[in-house]
């Protein structure tokens, strides 16, 4: 959608995002090498929305806040993962995320972690960095995902998650994986 289609409250450069409060609606305008970190939860009832307008491109995108919706940004090249969403009630829709670049950990389109989240109409590809896979695996490498959840002493387990209307395109790996309630090896 364009900008002025989701009804901006806020308008600002995607490098310098204000500070913003429940019901606001950011769209963020431009492009940066360096990954969107949104810190700032809306409420139950009064989310605040990311805008990117489908023209807004980013490094990455990380979220560690709850009741929010980010749409509409194209992540290329994040390092590890295109996205990490961590918190409750994020909706994350609308978005492109392309080529995840490995780094030392796992390369993954999306990571998700938290309670009520709803990934939706999202297309992700390229999700190959940093592996040997083949037909028969990728061996004790990487594994690069579409999206993937887990459980470890640094994310919570996720819960009660919509994954709706996605496109997983030369992935690697698994297109979705989703483990838990345990710290594997216990």
């Known amino acids: 959608r364009p900008l002025s289609a989701v009804g901006c409250t806020v308008t600002a450069d995607v ?3 204000p500070d913003v409060g429940p019901g606001d609606v950011v769209c963020l305008t431009g492009d ?3 990954r969107l970190s949104i810190s700032a939860s809306g409420t139950d009832g009064s989310p605040i929305t990311y805008s990117g307008g489908g023209k807004t491109t980013v490094q990455g995108i990380d979220v560690v806040a709850s009741n929010v919706v980010v749409e509409g940004f194209t992540s290329k090249d994040g390092e590890n993962m295109g996205a ?3 918190g409750n009630n994020i909706t994350f829709q609308d978005n492109t995320i392309t ?5 030392g950990d796992d390369t993954d389109g999306l990571r998700f972690f938290g309670d009520g989240i709803k990934i939706v109409h999202n297309t992700v590809s390229d ?3 940093g592996s040997n896979c083949d037909e028969n695996g990728c ?3 990487p594994h690069p995902d579409c999206m993937q959840t887990f459980y470890s002493n640094q994310y ?3 819960s009660d998650i919509t994954i709706e209307g996605n496109r997983c395109e030369n992935i690697a790996a698994q297109c979705l994986i989703g483990e838990g ?3 594997p090896d216990e």
């Open 99 to 103: 080529h995840p670049v490995y780094a």
């Open 32 to 34: 940066t090498s360096s």
């Open 181 to 183: 309630p345990v710290v």
């Open 156 to 158: 919570p387990t996720s």
């Open 84 to 86: 990490r969403l961590q």
């Open 15 to 17: 490098g310098s995002i």
């Open 127 to 129: 999700v190959s960095d």
């Open 139 to 141: 061996g004790d490498g």
